[in-house]
C-alpha cells in the first residue's frame, strides 16, 4: 500500500457542523475513521494535582472533533500513568501506530518531553509523539477570552476583536525557560493585533522579569495592567500567577483551562504528526 493510499484511509476527514450558539463556535471538525490510532493526551504531573481539566479537555476533543475517545495518561503517579495507559492501547493495523501522544502543554517543555519520549519507547505498542500545543493562534484567541472573562479585555462579537480593553498593557506570564518564552513571543505579538495593545512576555516564576515588563509599560504611558496566564492550570508553574501578578502590580486572568481552542489544538496536534509519518 503506498503512503498517499495509507493517508487516504487513516486521516480524519474534515466534516461540517451545524452552527451552534456561543462565543466558541465552531463550524469544522475532525472525524476520525473506526480503528484510527489513540489519541492521548500526556498531562504533566499526577491525576491528585490536575483537577479535572484534562479529562474536560478530552472530552471536548470527542465530541467537538473527533468523534472517538480521547485518552488521558499522566507523567507522575500511579493512576491513569501514560504507561499504564499506552499499555492498554489496541493496535488496529499493521502499518500504523497505536497511538499518537499529545503533550498537554502550551510551549516547549524539556521535561515533560523526555518523559514523553522514554513512555513511548517503553510501549508495547508502537506510538508517536506530537509537538506541545503552542506556539499557535488559538492559544492567542484563548488568552484573549479569559483576559475578557476576568474584565479585563472586551471583545466585539461580529469580528472578534477587542475595540476596548479594560487593562491598557498585558504581560504574558508563561512556565518553563528562556526559549518557552521566546516561543511565547510569537503568541503575544498575536494577542497584542488582537487588542491593540501592547504586550510583553515574561517567565511566572521570575518576579524580577515581570517587574521590567511592568516598568516598561508604565513608562509608555499604561495606566492599569493584566496578567495572562499562557498556561492550562494542572502545571505546578500555575501556583505562581498570583504572585506574578503582584511583582506587576496588576491584576490576572485565570489559566486557560478547558479552553475549546485547546481541544481543537489537540486533535490538530494529531492530525499533522499522523500524517507526517503515514507520508514519509
Not at 103 to 114: I, N, V
Not at 118 to 141: C, Q, S
Not at 154 to 164: F, G, L
Request: proline content about 9%; glycine content about 10%; charged content about 20%.
Amino acid at each position: 500500500m503506498s503512503p498517499e493510499s495509507q493517508a487516504s484511509q487513516a486521516l480524519p476527514s474534515r466534516r461540517r457542523r451545524a452552527p451552534r450558539g456561543g462565543r466558541h463556535r465552531g463550524d469544522e471538525s475532525f472525524l476520525l475513521p473506526p480503528g484510527s490510532p489513540a489519541l492521548v493526551l500526556a498531562v504533566p504531573g499526577s491525576s491528585r494535582t490536575a483537577g479535572g481539566v484534562p479529562e474536560e479537555l478530552a472530552r471536548l476533543v470527542e465530541i467537538e472533533h473527533t468523534g472517538q475517545p480521547t485518552l488521558v495518561g499522566y507523567l507522575e503517579g500511579d493512576d491513569r500513568n501514560l504507561g499504564a495507559v499506552l499499555a492498554q492501547v489496541q493496535r488496529q493495523r499493521e502499518d500504523e501506530p497505536g497511538a499518537v501522544v499529545v503533550p498537554l502543554a502550551t510551549g516547549p517543555d524539556p521535561a515533560a518531553e523526555g518523559a514523553i519520549r522514554k513512555f513511548v519507547a517503553d510501549a508495547p505498542v508502537p506510538a508517536l509523539p506530537t509537538e506541545p500545543l503552542g506556539p499557535h493562534p488559538l492559544i492567542a484567541e484563548a488568552l484573549h477570552d479569559r483576559l475578557a472573562d476576568a474584565g479585563l479585555a472586551r471583545a466585539d462579537r461580529i469580528r472578534m476583536m477587542t475595540m476596548v480593553t479594560a487593562a491598557g498593557g498585558i504581560i504574558v506570564v508563561v512556565p518553563g525557560d528562556a526559549f518557552a518564552v521566546r516561543q511565547a513571543e510569537v503568541t503575544g505579538v498575536l494577542l497584542a493585533s488582537r487588542l491593540a495593545s501592547p504586550v510583553f512576555t515574561a517567565r511566572i516564576d521570575d518576579g524580577h522579569a515581570v517587574q521590567t515588563a511592568a516598568a516598561q509599560l508604565r513608562a509608555s504611558g499604561v495606566q492599569r495592567l493584566a496578567v495572562a496566564p499562557h498556561l492550562i492550570g494542572h502545571e505546578p508553574d500555575a501556583r505562581h500567577i498570583a504572585a506574578a501578578a503582584a511583582a506587576a502590580g496588576a491584576e490576572h486572568a485565570g489559566p486557560l483551562g478547558a479552553h475549546p481552542a485547546l481541544a481543537k489544538l489537540a486533535a490538530l496536534r494529531y492530525t499533522e504528526t499522523l500524517a507526517s509519518a503515514l507520508s514519509s
